[in-house]
Structures are given as C-alpha cells and as structure tokens.
C-alpha cells in the first residue's frame, strides 16, 4: 500500500460574533499544509452554520494565500444551488487558482423546510434537487457554445458566441461526488466523476462500514465508463497525539469518547453506519491504517479534522500526521518530490489516546 496523495479536510468554524477570525484561522491552515508539503486542503460545506457557506467565495480567497496545493470543497449539497451559476463561480475562482480547484457536490437538500422558499419561487419540493442538477452543473462546465451557431452577444468591444464565462479548461475533470450508498456510488460511476468516501455511510446489507464501503467502491468501479479512471479519495478521523500538549490530549479523549456510541451499531432509519475515529501515537494510528482493507485500494488519502478544536490544535494535528503518519504509508511530502504532484487521475478500532 502507497498513499500517493495526502489532503486535509478542514470544518472551517468560526464564532457567531467574530467570523472573520474563524475564517482567517482556516486559510491560514490552508497555507500552513501547502508548507507543509501537503497535496490538497479543502474544506465542509455548511448552509446556516458557522461554516462554509459559500465554497466558491472561500476558495477564491484561498488561492491568493497560497501557490501549489490542490483547492477542495466537500461537499456542496446541489438541492440549493442554481446549475450554471455554480459553475460560473467555481470556473471564476479555478481561473483564479490557475486550475487548482477540485470540487466535491452531493445530491440533497439539507434544512429543506428553512431554505426550500428562500431558495425557489414555487412548490421547491417538485423540483429536481439531485442528480440531475449534478449532471446540469457538470455539463455547464465543458463551455460548450449556447444557442444556435449564429447566436451572439454585443459585448463592450467585440461581439462574440455565448457561453460560460470565464470557461476553465479541466475543471470538468476535478469535479468529485461525496458517495455514501451504492446508489451513490454508481451515479458517479456512471457520469464519470472522481469519487470521496468519508467517515459515514449507508449500512447495505452489512452492518460493517469498511465492508459497506467496498461495496460502494465496487459498484463505482463497475459503471465507470470504458478508458475513464478518475480519482478516488478516501476519508477518515485521524488525530495524532505525539507532540499535542496535556490540555490538547485531554480534550481529544473528551472528543473521541462522545463518538464511541454512533459507532457501534447502524444510526436511524437509513441505517448509517460510522467509522472508527482514530486517536492516540502515530504509531499504533499507523498499524490500524496499514491494515485497512480499504485503504489497500485507493491511493488518496483525506484527513478529516474534527469540528471546534483550536487553530494551533488542528495544526499540531496536521503537523503529526505529515511527520509521523503519512510517511509511514508510503507518501512523501510534494515539496520531496522531484516530479510534480499529478492531478488527473476497512474499518480499524480506535486507538485511545495515551
């Protein structure tokens, strides 16, 4: 097993009465992984939270703090988006990163009975809010030429044809689907889209996440199209202990003991299912992650930091992970590497901390 690419996943958190030091605090994490050699920093998105409310905006503001690390969002729940001007905003602000952006969507609609009239004129629960609206932003982002093929339009200074504006060459190909069921997971298949598995799933047919999310996998694998081999990543709560202080220690421990709950059996009606979060040294949080049958068959790996720890705690966090984990699964930091980082393209118990 060779991790190939490391990323980060940040909550992006900040305080009701003082967002911008939230914000600040998360770009400044972006800027402090691409030191770090990290490949790509993303961040949740989160509609009506002290979160990631506008992805497009957040990542624009992203790439003037940093030069090389890949720019993510997982993910950006469609139900609420319009197709073509979430293109627009995400083509604008990957012309902006020099092609660095990688966005992450997923099928739904969350706090639909707040939003849904905010949202649309009209009864919004008889409008397409899932894959289709995927597969319309996704199709807005190949700049086709709209209208017949007389159309133009009077621009200040020429006349020219219509179309997306301004149109960013290979966004179409780092768009990622966040997969948490079977059905999920052939959707991206089928239309060709990099696929994200995170930390939750639909329990199947099993009760085991690691076996539910092979499946998942299996199902992508098989509806891919022929000659199409996008990028996989694979997500997981990891918090290394080593160099965290006492104070830092205790409250992950704190954290990781809240989670024990949801993660033995299926929650709610769907059946989800939750992975093991892994917290304590490097060393064992390495042994759990080399023997992860999941892990064996993706070669990207995600970090996903916990909600509402502290700036210098999610960069200690990071920092282990750079110097104690991920070289211990074969990756090497981009600043290492002699070529450049390419763009194209299970579940442990939980270790407590010591």
């Known amino acids: 097993m060779t991790v190939s690419s490391l990323a980060i996943l940040v909550p992006g958190n900040f305080e009701d009465d003082a967002p ?30 002290h979160g990631i409310g506008s992805a497009a905006v957040f990542l624009a503001a992203a790439s003037q703090r940093t030069t090389a690390i890949e720019l993510g969002v997982a993910v950006v729940p469609i139900g609420w988006e319009s197709p073509f001007r979430l293109a627009e905003d995400f083509s604008l602000a990957d012309v902006l990163s020099h092609g660095r952006l990688q966005v992450g969507l997923s099928a739904g609609s969350p706090h639909a009975e707040i939003l849904g009239d905010l949202v649309f004129d009209g009864d919004w629960r008889t409008f397409d809010r899932g894959y289709g609206r995927v597969s319309r932003f996704v199709e807005n982002l190949r700049g086709a030429f709209l209208g017949a093929d007389d159309t133009v339009i009077q621009s200040p200074g020429n006349v020219q044809r219509p179309r997306l504006q301004p149109y960013a060459p290979g966004l179409v190909d780092r768009v990622w689907y966040g997969g948490g069921s079977l059905r999920s997971a052939s959707f991206a298949g089928s239309s060709g889209l990099n696929l994200l598995l995170g930390n939750l799933t639909s329990g199947e047919g099993t009760d085991d996440y690691g076996t539910a999310q092979r499946n998942q996998l299996a199902a992508y694998r098989a509806a891919l199209p022929t000659g199409r081999t996008p990028r996989v990543a694979w997500g997981r709560c990891v918090v290394p202990t080593d160099s965290a202080d006492r104070v830092s220690r205790e409250r992950y421990r704190t954290w990781y003991e809240s989670r024990l709950a949801r993660q033995t059996a299926p929650q709610g009606p769907r059946r989800t299912l939750f992975s093991a979060d892994l917290v304590g040294p490097a060393e064992q949080i390495v042994e759990q992650l080399v023997h992860d049958a999941t892990l064996a068959e993706v070669d990207e790996f995600r970090i996903e930091l916990p909600y509402e720890f502290a700036g210098d705690e999610y960069e200690q966090i990071v920092s282990d992970v750079v110097a104690e984990v991920a070289p211990a699964l074969g990756w090497t930091a981009r600043t290492a590497r002699s070529v450049p980082t390419p763009t194209p393209a299970p579940t442990p118990q939980g270790v407590v901390a010591a």
């Open 20 to 49: 911008v030091d939230g914000l600040e605090a998360t770009l400044d994490l972006f800027a402090t992984a691409e030191r770090l050699g990290v490949d790509g920093a993303w961040v949740r998105h989160r509609h009506l939270e």
